[in-house]
T-cell receptor, first 112, second 117 residues
Framework: QQPVQSPQAVILREGEDAVINCSSSKALYSVHWYRQKHGEAPVFLMI?????EQKGHEKISASFNEKKQQSSLYLTASQLSYSGTYFC?????????????FGRGTQLTVWP | GAVVSQHPSRVICKSGTSVKIECRSL??????MFWYRQFPKQSLMLMATSNEGSKATYEQGVEKDKFLINHASLTLSTLTVTSAHPEDSSFYIC?????????????FGPGTRLTVL
């Protein structure tokens, strides 16, 4: 039930791009993306509900391939503030609304 | 935007004692809330679904007699760790789904760090 995230860690220079992938073995209703800073609770980034949906928030965007049960998070022109651990949370089709299973996370470090 | 609060933010207790953690949705009603546990450098693991007015639903492997959940109102869910032991030390986080301006969103509380000595 836990989705698989890759890569496990990414190190970037400010201004570089990164892609984080999330895949599930189950049919999905939605995919959520969160960023967590050390010692803090996760912060909601976005939710994707429909296959083929793409969303963006500043320079962070995501896509959802419903058929392949995959989602990708795109970070472009990364900023220092993007550093943290990114988690995808998947909501299985037919499950309780809001019940999420999280991937192991991708640790993103952005250097100046 | 919607806010979820947790209390306390940090608690240290002796082995064998019980600890209660509160999760409140401050400006919206939540018939369902979720409790997660996160060990250092690990992912969030779903423990249980808290249902207002009915019994909680626990994930496989989570002891319902050890982690008591009560969802007494539409804005409050509590998690009680009974007879806590050092291995229960963790970061406990609650969340509540909300429809904010027509968009489904999941709001997380700030978390409660439990240390059992």
């Amino acid at each position: 039930q836990q989705p698989v995230q890759s890569p496990q860690a990414v190190i970037l220079r400010e201004g570089e791009d990164a892609v984080i992938n999330c895949s599930s073995s189950k049919a999905l209703y939605s995919v959520h993306w969160y960023r967590q800073k050390h010692g803090e609770a996760p912060v909601f980034l976005m939710i994707l509900l429909k296959g083929g949906e793409q969303k963006g928030h500043e320079k962070i965007s995501a896509s959802f391939n419903e058929k392949k049960q995959q989602s990708s998070l795109y970070l472009t022109a990364s900023q220092l503030s993007y550093s943290g651990t990114y988690f995808c949370g998947t909501e299985d089709r037919g499950s309780t609304l809001g019940r999420l299973y999280f991937g192991r996370g991708t640790q993103l470090t952005v250097w100046p | 935007g919607a806010v979820v609060s947790q209390h306390p933010s940090r608690v240290i207790c002796k082995s064998g004692t019980s600890v209660k953690i509160e999760c409140r949705s401050l400006d919206f009603q939540a018939t369902t809330m979720f409790w997660y546990r996160q060990f250092p450098k690990q992912s969030l693991m779903l423990m249980a679904t808290s249902n207002e007015g009915s019994k909680a639903t626990y994930e496989q492997g989570v002891e319902k007699d050890k982690f008591l959940i009560n969802h007494a109102s539409l804005t409050l869910s509590t998690l009680t760790v009974t007879s806590a032991h050092p291995e229960d030390s963790s970061f406990y986080i609650c969340s509540a789904p909300s429809r904010d301006r027509g968009r489904d969103t999941q709001y997380f509380g700030p978390g409660t760090r439990l240390t059992v000595l």
